[in-house]
Every structure is written in structure tokens, then in C-alpha cells.
């Protein structure tokens, strides 16, 4: 089992920027997908991001391209999410999961709060 911890989400005015990290413990990661993920509220979970731990592949929602970055810095165990020129649409809870290689993402942190303001 993966712990994991989010931070860095606030409010901001819309072209704002922020970035959210993901710190990871309990195993080794190496085989693991790290993603992120957000919920606005009375919607679904939806995809964001991921990035594969070992060998830093990252994909993207269509709706974030060229305005987010994922990467990882493996010597802090710990998975970021650069996200610029905000929209209010990209305001929701932000989640950090972890899925093993290909598998289901099976550990999730307690999300964090980004709010876009218009």
C-alpha cells in the first residue's frame, strides 16, 4: 500500500497559477503510476494527469494540455502538478492516486482544495 499526502491547492484569479505536489510513502514505487485527478462538485472524478515513476511518460487530459505539467523528483518520493493560466472550470478537489504500472489507481491522498475565481 501506498500513503500519500497532497498540498500546494488555495484560491486563485483565473490566469493564475499553482502548484500541487504529491509526496509518496510505504513502498517502493518504481513500478508504480502516479496521476492526478479532480472532482468539481456534483460531478464524477476525472482525469488530469499521470506519470509513470520510473521512466517519466506523462499524459494529459485534453483539457489541461499545455496548461499543466506533471514530473517527478524521485530523490523527495514526490510527484508535482504545475498548473497555469487557471480557468474557474478547473476548480474542484484535487486527488493524488497511485496505480500499479497499468492496473487501477488503488491509493488515493485526501485531496486538496483548488478554487479558480473569475
Known amino acids: 500500500q501506498v500513503q500519500l499526502g497532497e498540498s500546494g491547492g488555495g484560491l486563485v484569479q483565473a490566469g493564475g497559477s499553482l502548484r500541487l505536489s504529491c509526496t509518496a510513502s510505504?513502498?517502493?514505487?518504481?513500478?508504480?503510476?502516479m496521476g492526478w485527478f479532480r472532482q468539481a462538485p456534483e460531478k464524477e472524478r476525472e482525469f488530469v494527469a499521470a506519470?509513470?515513476?520510473?521512466?517519466?511518460?506523462?499524459s494529459y487530459a485534453d483539457s489541461v494540455k499545455g496548461r499543466f505539467t506533471i514530473w517527478r523528483v524521485t530523490a523527495r518520493n514526490t510527484v508535482y502538478l504545475q498548473m497555469n493560466s487557471l480557468k474557474p472550470e478547473d476548480t474542484g478537489v484535487y486527488y493524488c492516486?497511485?496505480?500499479?504500472?497499468?492496473?487501477?489507481?488503488?491509493?488515493w491522498g485526501q485531496g486538496t482544495q483548488v478554487t479558480v475565481s473569475s
Open positions: 506519470i509513470a515513476w520510473s521512466g517519466g511518460r506523462a
Open positions: 492516486g497511485a496505480a500499479l504500472g497499468d492496473g487501477a489507481y488503488g491509493d
Open positions: 510505504g513502498r517502493a514505487f518504481y513500478s508504480y503510476t
